[in-house]
């Protein structure tokens, strides 16, 4: 049971970091680079958007599973 908990908390720890990042990257891209255009898939700003997006999804799931795992 503990070694699953460890397992858990990294894995939320980890949720929060990739998502933080992702959101920072998807606001620098808003940002600062709204207007390019990024290999043929679309505009930066409207990739930004979505990395904000799912960014900040990711954090709530770390975050959610960090609460979880206090709990157990």
Known sequence: ???????????????NLVGGVGALFGVYLIA??????ISNIGRAGTLGYLFVCVGLCVVA???LLARY????
């Open 32 to 37: 600062f680079c709204a207007h390019m255009e």
């Open 69 to 72: 795992v206090r709990r157990m």
């Open 1 to 15: 049971m503990f070694k699953h908990g460890t397992f858990f908390a990294y894995l939320g720890l980890i949720l």
């Open 61 to 63: 799931a770390g975050v």
